[in-house]
């Protein structure tokens, strides 16, 4: 069983409009309310590659209701911890020729003792035979910095492996812990910004991968969008090359990328399959219009595309 966490998530709602109208009225019959999060994206997925997944993270009020019933809908396992705050909304307003305007709810701010609780609880949720976990996105307010330390430690406690994607303070402060996460998904920028220098090339970025900052983790997947992606896995390193797909929403391939990982490291794969169910999930979900949506049925034929060549 694998399991997911959203410290964070929402209902994502999404407004289809010709054209916003400022300090008047929009009327829209075009919309859209789905479970958001980058957690529940990669449980999404994992449901989709017919995996087992638990869902997990805090929620609250109406709206983790419709998010609860909207995760169990789509094969997903209900394991949130509920609270009495009430979770948030996130709404994007599609106009004018494909404008985004974005409104976003910062959503419950969470007390110590409801931050240990959800320890607690996911101590409990981990003994029901889960050996992989997931961690992404950011944390609600009112979490330390180092909460995801917690987190991590107490998963490895339980013998689970971590796969972490999550950045800024967040990455920056596990990486600086003992207990580290078993897999990494950083992206360019943020490779850089934790060695401090500019990587232009793919040597400068193999070198980087091997930064006293990443000791102790066994993969690092470091995505590159198009261009596919360098990953050192234990002492080996490869460089990725994707197929060009007609892409119709790249919006979610990097947690479809975390679920293809998360998958590889439940079944025990070697490195070179994970990361050709990592990229191939990613890539499916950039075909899809529904973030978080891939189709099954078009895997044998990408994962067959995927380069993969040991460095």
């Not at 931050?115 to 979490?143: A, D, R």
Request: glycine share 8%.
């Amino acid at each position: 069983m694998i399991v997911t966490i959203t410290m964070n998530p929402s209902v994502d709602i999404s407004y289809k409009l010709d054209q916003l109208t400022i300090d008047g009225v929009n009327r829209v019959t075009n919309y859209s309310k789905t479970a958001g999060g980058k957690g529940l994206n990669v449980a999404r997925v994992l449901a989709q590659l017919e995996q087992p997944v638990t869902a997990t993270g805090v929620l609250g009020g109406t709206i983790g209701d419709f998010i609860k019933q909207n995760i169990v809908k789509d094969n997903v396992e209900d394991g949130f911890l509920t609270i009495e705050k009430e979770s948030r909304n996130c709404i994007a307003i599609i106009h004018d020729d494909g404008k985004q305007t974005e409104i976003l709810e910062a959503g419950p701010t969470l007390s110590e003792q409801e931050g240990e609780n959800f320890l607690t609880h996911l101590t409990q949720l981990l003994t029901q035979n889960s050996k992989t976990v997931t961690v992404s996105g950011s944390l609600p307010k009112g979490l330390s910095v180092d909460y995801y330390t917690k987190v991590i430690a107490l998963c490895n406690r339980e013998h689970c492996k971590v796969i972490l994607d999550s950045s800024g303070n967040y990455l920056m402060e596990v990486l600086k812990h003992k207990e580290k996460p078993y897999v990494i998904k950083p992206n360019l920028e943020e490779i850089e910004s934790i060695v401090g220098q500019s990587l232009p090339t793919t040597d400068d970025q193999v070198k980087a991968l091997s930064h006293k900052n990443f000791d102790g983790i066994m993969g690092i997947v470091l995505s590159k969008g198009k261009d596919g992606a360098i990953v050192k896995w234990g002492k080996d390193f490869y460089a990725v090359s994707i197929p060009k797909v007609q892409a119709v929403n790249p919006v979610g391939s990097g947690d479809s990328t975390v679920a293809g990982i998360a998958m590889g490291v439940e079944l025990n794969y070697s490195p070179e399959e994970i990361i050709q169910t990592a990229m191939t999930a990613g890539i499916l979900n950039a075909m899809e219009e529904k973030t978080g949506h891939i189709n099954k049925e078009n895997f044998e034929t990408i994962v067959k595309q995927i380069q993969i060549k040991k460095l």
